[in-house]
């Protein structure tokens, strides 16, 4: 059984043929329009749940459409729909959609209704999101800058503002490709210090430091991220404290003059970046959104491959 549950427990060699595959999945689609079927159609007869806890654009249209092109099919249910984590538990919901589908997606609040749903499926289980990690997310970040012409071992990635979930998964990628990362957050918004561990344990090249401008100097790569996340209630605090890590003109004339901007959207432009630099020619934001389908088609090939 093959799980996409985060970066850190899948083998650097695994993700390296995941990555290839988003590619080539990809370039095999050049004229063809976005209902067609993919030519080996490899999940024909196979359907996908996707279960949202958290609302979703690129998460739910890029599975839904992935699995229409790899042949499939997909079932689409929010929390309102089911009656997961609340009239019925976890490894209940997970025993009885085992005999309805064959894999299932999951966007959750929690990382541990992740890890729970996986333990008790007989199928695969892919995380669509969690508190803890996206690792979806970071494939398809990965795979745009690929396209971009750099190479991944030894780039130089800087994140700005708050240490999320997506940070993490970014610590994890670190290990597992061999690019360098610098983490630049404020006071009270650090990555947690046990995944910094677990991925510099795992071989990750990992800088921290609270001056964003320091962290962005020379940088191949600039990342941001939304300042107020889906569940946080302390918008204001938020928006206040972090409001140094913005992503201008000035924090990206530190980077390499080459440099890429990189935000998994949805943006609030004046907040976690200007407007300047998200609609610059140094963005590939939208490159990056839409690489969110093709990896992800690999990534469901891939665990349902067996």
Known sequence: MKHFLGLDDIPASELR???DEAHKRKKSRAGLSKGAIDADAPCDGKTLALIFEKSSTRTRFSFDMGMRQLGGSSITATANDMQLGRGETVDDTARVLSRFVDGIMLRANSHDTLTELARNASIPVINGLTDRSHPCQIMADLQTLEEQG???KGLRLTWVGDGNNVAVSFA???AKFGFNLTISTPHGYAVPGQELSLARGAGANITITENPMDAAK???VVIAD???SMGDKDADKR???LAPYEVTDALM???DKDALFLHCL??????EVSASVIDGPQSVVFDEAENRLHAQKAIITWVMEN
């Open 218 to 220: 020379d940088a191949d």
């Open 172 to 174: 994890h990628a670190a």
């Open 239 to 241: 928006l206040a404290d």
């Open 17 to 19: 043929a995941i990555l």
């Open 253 to 255: 004339g530190q980077a």
């Open 266 to 271: 949805p943006a609030h432009r004046g907040e």
């Open 150 to 152: 750099r190479d991944l």
């Open 226 to 228: 939304t300042f107020v």
